[in-house]
């Protein structure tokens, strides 16, 4: 099985860094979906696929809005790389149909400019797209990577590198 999931490739996704004037990160609680393997490591920041010719800053907003129904933003840095996770091989062959090992993402990071008032994650994206979280808090970028599932460590741990400046003490 191990040497199919390398053949597949990975899921093109745009990662979403948003702080808000404190200098706290976005953090949504998941309660399922393909990535989720246990309650102590349910939270991330928003994140969603690429559609096939899409600008992954423009997926990142769009994302963002269909997530979290947050508009407000300010763009104020990215990373250029794509940073690549591979699924765990119990949950690969489950997570998107089994059409890819994992993803690879662009990251960015935005200031919020609106309220909190603006945050809708019970009907996001105006009430027109599913609930991807069940709860949200603004917490400090350095506990992230503690939050999240293991597998994507990794890459929370390069964009705390990255987009420390951002965060507040």
């Known amino acids: 099985m191990a ?7 990975y899921r093109p996704c745009a990662g979403m860094a948003v702080f ?3 200098g706290r990160v976005f953090m949504g609680e998941r309660s399922g979906g393909p990535e989720h393997v246990d309650m102590t490591h349910s939270w991330q920041m928003p994140q969603g696929g690429i559609d096939k010719g899409e600008d992954p800053r423009d997926a990142a907003l769009r994302e963002l809005y269909e ?3 947050i508009r407000s933003v300010k763009l104020i840095g990215e990373i250029d790389d794509w940073l690549s996770y591979d699924l765990p091989g119990r949950i690969a062959g489950e997570a998107w149909r089994g059409k890819y090992r994992g993803q690879t993402q662009r990251w960015f990071a935005f200031a919020f ?9 019970v009907k996001p994206g105006g009430g027109k797209h ?6 949200w808090r603004w917490e400090q970028l ?3 990577a503690d939050l999240v599932v293991p597998f994507k460590r990794p890459i929370y741990e390069r964009v705390i590198r990255e987009f420390r400046r951002f965060a507040g003490p």
């Open 142 to 144: 350095d506990r992230t």
């Open 67 to 69: 997530e979290t129904s």
């Open 130 to 135: 599913k609930a991807e979280f069940v709860a």
């Open 3 to 9: 040497r199919h999931l390398d053949d597949l490739p």
């Open 113 to 121: 400019t609106g309220s909190d008032s603006e945050i809708d994650i």
């Open 20 to 22: 808000n004037s404190a």
